[in-house]
């Protein structure tokens, strides 16, 4: 079973940046689209961003041109980069294989904590 570890989540002010990293144990990762999740208290899960096999990239509306995602295949990782960050994007994140609207291939992962606030 595949498993993936998020990191780099943490307390930032309105206005500040965090990269965040998806380290997945799965074979033939650079075959997989990757996606970034999160999940707001008494929210549902949304995607927020997708890269597929060959690095092109979606976003959702509410981080277009505020939020990075990237991928090394050498290294099984998905980044996503975070700036303009805003009280609204207060979450968990988590990555995963995108599946559907919002569900993922794999089990979840722990995820990562981001708070934003002043």
């Known amino acids: 079973q595949v498993q993936l570890v998020e990191s780099g989540g943490g307390l930032v002010q309105p206005g500040g940046s965090l990269r965040l990293s998806c380290a997945a144990s799965a074979r033939f990762f650079s075959a997989w689209a990757m996606g970034w999740y999160r999940q707001a208290p008494g929210k549902q899960r949304e995607l927020v961003a997708s890269?597929?096999?060959?690095?092109?990239?979606t976003y959702a509306d509410s981080v277009k041109g505020r939020f990075t995602i990237s991928r090394d295949n050498a290294k099984n990782t998905v980044y996503l980069q975070m700036n303009s960050l805003k009280p609204e994007d207060t979450a968990v994140y988590y990555c995963?294989?995108?599946?559907?609207?919002?569900?993922?291939?794999?089990?979840w992962g722990q995820g990562t904590q981001v708070t934003v606030s002043s």
């Open positions: 995963n294989a995108p599946r559907g609207d919002s569900g993922g291939y794999w089990d």
């Open positions: 890269i597929s096999s060959e690095g092109s990239t």
